[in-house]
């Protein structure tokens, strides 16, 4: 009698000799295949895999029948990365030098798991490393204005701090 349990579930009964696990139709060497193609082929990523779909896919390494699933698993995931990369790449060289120093609100549709922690450590640092400098930029270009307003009314420019 075909039942839908956790996937932890399913592995202990499975384990037990209680129960066998069908793996998921979007595992399928097939499916993949077409949406590596749809990735490859299309600007946006997909949202045709589940959140989890690589730490599933590991997580049943073990009942599928081929390797070549996860062979096509990896290409796809690979795939997604390097959009996700060249997508910020582009970000970075356009919207933050129009937005002159403001980080512009981001919306990712289709994005995972193993996308989000690979490439979300890096774009946090960047984004982060992005802030520090438009904020440096922004108190240099505070000093200049401080420096010319001093010197136009006295001729010499004193530290703030003697007054």
């Known amino acids: 009698m075909p039942m839908e349990v956790p996937l932890w579930m399913a592995k202990v009964l499975q384990q037990r000799k209680l ?3 069908q793996i998921p139709d979007w595992l399928s060497p097939e499916n993949l295949t077409a949406i590596l193609t749809e990735e490859r082929q299309e600007n946006m990523l997909t949202d045709k895999l589940p959140f989890y779909y690589f730490e599933i896919a590991r997580s049943l ?3 599928m029948d081929s390797k070549s699933t996860m062979i096509v698993l990896q290409d796809l995931a690979n795939v997604r990365i390097d959009k996700i990369r060249s ?3 582009a970000l970075s060289q356009g919207d933050l030098e129009e ?3 403001e980080l512009p609100e981001i919306t990712i549709t289709g994005i995972c798991s193993i996308e989000l922690n690979t490439v979300g450590p890096f774009l946090q640092r960047a984004f982060s490393d992005y802030g520090y400098l438009t904020k440096s930029q922004k108190q240099a270009a505070g ?3 401080e420096v010319s307003n001093t010197q136009g ?3 010499i420019k004193r530290p703030s701090s003697l007054g």
């Open 153 to 155: 009314s006295e001729g």
């Open 99 to 101: 937005n002159e120093g």
């Open 61 to 63: 390494q073990w009942a």
């Open 19 to 21: 129960s066998q696990i």
């Open 143 to 145: 000093e200049d204005e």
């Open 87 to 89: 997508h910020f790449h």
